[in-house]
């Protein structure tokens, strides 16, 4: 890091996936837009401890210091995955900052200790002056007073950041198979994918290209596929976006099942490839399955499949197709930098 004063800080998540993509895309704009930026990575931001609970503690007392320090010489910042740092983002000013919330309905009036606990840190980070920005997806308008966005597809922005676009699995059994993309957990429902399978599609086969996170449940899901004759591949690697890409295009048909509310990556990479999948899970999916037209999988009823009305459907895909720029997610966080905080290149 340099201490020359920049326009905006970035704060983001040195990760990979969804964080990884939301940083380059902004990055990229912001710099295009000709601000000079500085971003720091909340992961890299390290401190050396004893024990656990006193590393905790010398780590947040760091980082607070550190963004601190970066925050005085930019004139503005903007918190990537805002959600995951509420309490950070409490110790610090928020008067010129943005928030970017990626979670599905902002918590301010959800049932449950942990979302009212989450929507008073949201309300007072607002009060305290930061301007929240969360992602809208098909039938899911966030509300007042945060402002929207749209996720942008996986494989917006430079085509050399796709890196290897060949899968780790057959292109054969991948061109015959039903297939699942990400990091694999219960929130997945891959063993629900599996049930619906041996009654709706016996003997077929379900590729899950991607990491698994919790062992226990990959095996639970290789037993039930053996033991209904089903074909499980799980390569279980880390996937690059040239992959995914392949992935998406070139399986029979993907599956997006996701129990957890929130925007979907795999969705919007489905509909930029001209890929139509079947979706199930979560509130926020289902509505998407009905502006969109698309089949939802009814998986407690494993043999159902229900068609969503299609009277809108070019309409909406049309309105909702992702861009190869990924501006639909930067465009409003420019346009709150530059109206709101009144933040505009050194020349401009």
Known sequence: MTSSACDVLVVAEDSVGHHTLYTELLTQALQLSGLRIETVYLNSVRSPGMNVHTR????????????????????AAVFLSAD???LLMLSLPMSRCLGI????????????????????LIRLLIARGLIPLHVEMPGSKPPEPFHPFRDPSPFAGDADRLGEISPPVDPEILGQAYAMFGVFDQRKQVYEALIWLKDAHPRSTLVCLGVWIDEDYLNRCKQLARQHQLTLVTPNRSLTQGQLLAGIRNCMRPLVLNRNEGSSGILMGCLHVGKRPFVSGSASLRRASRILGLDWVDLERPSTVHGSPRTRENHAL???FPSDSGHEFTDPILKQLQYRLQIFPPDG
């Open 318 to 320: 049309e309105e909702w």
């Open 56 to 75: 905790k503690i010398r780590r947040s007392m760091e980082v607070r210091k550190y963004l601190l320090k970066a925050m005085s010489r930019a004139q």
């Open 101 to 120: 919330f990626l979670r599905s309905a902002p918590p301010l009036v959800r049932n449950g200790s942990k979302s009212r606990l989450r929507g008073i």
């Open 84 to 86: 995951e740092h509420l």
